[in-house]
């Protein structure tokens, strides 16, 4: 099992910016690509980011790219998401998400493990 602890969430105001942390504890190393995913209130989970094991690929949301970036360090089980820019509609809880399986892919479903998820809220 992985356990995923999100992180760095807050209000901010339109045009600033947040980090969101991820760090994964249990068995790290059986999970490969981590996401980001988001949900506002009344819609469905949404792709936000992911990047593979090495961090060497990334893959965002046309909605987000430009504004956020995703990082990871193995060493200390952790992935960031930067967030610069942020507008009133980035307002959503964010899910960080983790899979065991090779390759990056932009659908929850594939993904084999959650976190709890840390509400953002900007403000306009």
């Known amino acids: 099992q992985v356990q995923l602890v999100e992180s760095g969430g807050g209000l901010v105001q339109a045009g600033g910016s947040l980090r969101l942390s991820c760090a994964a504890s249990?068995?790290?190393?059986?999970?490969?690509?981590k996401g980001w995913f988001r949900q506002a209130p009344g819609k469905e989970r949404e792709f936000v980011a992911a990047?593979?094991?090495?961090?060497?690929?990334?893959d965002y949301a046309d909605s987000v790219k430009g504004r956020f970036t995703i990082s990871r360090d193995n060493a200390k089980n952790t992935v960031y998401l930067q967030m610069n820019s942020l507008k009133p509609e980035d307002t959503a809880v964010y899910y960080c998400?983790?899979?065991?399986?090779?390759?990056?892919?932009?659908?929850?479903?594939?993904?084999?493990?959650w976190g709890q998820g840390t509400q953002v809220t900007v403000s306009s």
């Open positions: 998400a983790a899979k065991r399986s090779v390759g990056l892919t932009t659908t929850a479903g594939t993904y084999d493990y």
């Open positions: 990047i593979n094991w090495t961090g060497g690929r990334t």
């Open positions: 249990g068995r790290t190393f059986s999970s490969i690509a």
